[in-house]
């Protein structure tokens, strides 16, 4: 079994925004593989299809961002998985819009979510993407910039970038961290 975690904000007003990405990729996957419908459980919204010969659970926290390692730390406690199993998708505001960067360990980089599974797993070995949403504009607080909604004529990049991240996640499925990191790290 894999589990892939999308990170978020619960709520309408959240949709669409640049901390909701991790959201959008679980959709994406969700389309993909004819996912009819995600139940609350795990403080989570959770769906489930089989690639590959293996169980693929999609996972989106329901705690709000900053408290996202409770939910995850109960799916792998109940399903009795090392975190290696887990991928994190994730909005950086250090990588440029649209940018993806895949690594099986390492800090958490300022993410918030992420640190807090991070710490509940005890481990920085978690899988994680990272989806480039830019930096704010100068004079905009960080807070409101990952809580903004893309700008129109980003909504390209952002389409491609979630697609990607897609791809990457179901090549991560099938063969592997290695081979998947190959695959989304390659130079544009």
Same mark, same amino acid.
């Given at each position: 079994?894999?589990?892939?975690?999308?990170?978020?904000? #619960?709520?309408? +007003?959240?949709?669409?925004?640049?901390?909701?990405?991790?959201?959008?990729?679980?959709?994406?996957?969700? %389309?993909?593989?004819?996912?009819?419908?995600?139940?609350?459980?795990?403080?989570?919204?959770?769906?489930?299809?089989?690639?590959?010969?293996?169980?693929?659970?999609?996972?989106?926290?329901?705690?709000?961002?900053?408290?996202?390692?409770?939910?995850?730390?109960?799916?792998?406690?109940?399903?009795?998985? #090392?975190?290696?199993?887990?991928?994190?998708?994730?909005?950086?505001?250090?990588? #440029?819009?649209?940018?993806?960067?895949?690594?099986?360990?390492?800090?958490?980089?300022?993410?918030?979510?992420?640190?807090?599974?991070?710490?509940?797993?005890?481990?920085?070995?978690?899988?994680?993407?990272?989806?480039?949403?830019?930096?704010? #504009?100068?004079?905009?607080?960080?807070? %409101?910039?990952?809580?903004?909604?893309?700008? %129109?004529?980003?909504?390209?990049?952002?389409? +491609?970038?979630?697609?990607?991240?897609?791809?990457?996640?179901?090549?991560?499925?099938? +063969?592997?961290?290695?081979?998947?990191?190959? +695959?989304?790290?390659?130079?544009?």
């Amino acid at each position: 079994m894999k589990v892939v975690v999308g990170l978020g904000n #619960p709520g309408r +007003q959240y949709e669409r925004t640049r901390h909701n990405i991790g959201f959008d990729v679980l959709s994406q996957l969700a %389309d993909w593989h004819g996912v009819a419908g995600f139940k609350s459980q795990f403080e989570a919204l959770v769906g489930e299809f089989s690639l590959g010969g293996d169980k693929v659970l999609l996972v989106a926290p329901q705690t709000f961002m900053n408290l996202s390692g409770r939910s995850v730390a109960a799916v792998t406690k109940f399903y009795k998985l #090392p975190a290696s199993d887990v991928m994190v998708v994730c909005d950086d505001m250090n990588l #440029p819009l649209g940018r993806l960067r895949l690594r099986g360990s390492g800090s958490a980089g300022g993410q918030k979510g992420l640190q807090d599974i991070l710490q509940k797993l005890r481990t920085q070995d978690v899988p994680r993407l990272r989806m480039g949403v830019g930096r704010p #504009p100068a004079g905009f607080a960080v807070a %409101d910039y990952v809580l903004s909604r893309f700008r %129109d004529h980003e909504s390209d990049s952002v389409s +491609q970038a979630v697609q990607n991240a897609a791809r990457g996640v179901e090549c991560w499925v099938e +063969q592997g961290l290695e081979i998947a990191m190959n +695959q989304v790290n390659a130079p544009e």
